[in-house]
């Protein structure tokens, strides 16, 4: 297993970035790509979640705050607390 801070640290700095790339785009596209939906919607899930904790801390509502946000639900009919409560039902 990777040490991260070494990993992804260089002279520059922390590359974030490259490890929310690394650690969760490549994931939730292979998981996509091989159908795997439901496991998919999880690392998707867990991934708006951390990108909320990291913005906006450990403070209630972080996730619906980052889904309003960065997020256009309206085509979907539901409310970003509709789709914190399927977030938990998902990573369950």
Same mark, same amino acid.
């Given at each position: 297993?990777?040490?991260?801070?070494?990993?992804?640290?260089?002279?520059?700095?922390?590359?974030?970035?490259?490890?929310?790339?690394?650690?969760?785009?490549?994931?939730?596209?292979?998981?996509?790509?091989?159908? $795997?939906?439901? !496991?998919?919607?999880? &690392?998707?899930? #867990?991934?708006?979640?951390?990108?909320?904790?990291?913005?906006?801390?450990?403070?209630?509502?972080?996730?619906?705050?980052?889904?309003?946000?960065?997020?256009?639900?309206?085509? $979907?009919?539901? !409310?970003?607390?509709? &789709?914190?409560? #399927?977030?938990?039902?998902?990573?369950?």
């Amino acid at each position: 297993m990777p040490d991260y801070l070494v990993e992804y640290t260089s002279e520059s700095g922390f590359r974030f970035t490259d490890l929310i790339h690394d650690d969760y785009f490549n994931g939730i596209r292979t998981l996509f790509n091989a159908k $795997l939906y439901v !496991s998919c919607s999880k &690392l998707l899930m #867990s991934c708006v979640d951390t990108l909320a904790f990291v913005e906006y801390g450990d403070v209630p509502g972080n996730f619906g705050k980052w889904i309003t946000i960065y997020v256009d639900l309206q085509p $979907l009919s539901i !409310s970003a607390d509709e &789709l914190w409560e #399927s977030a938990i039902l998902f990573c369950t």
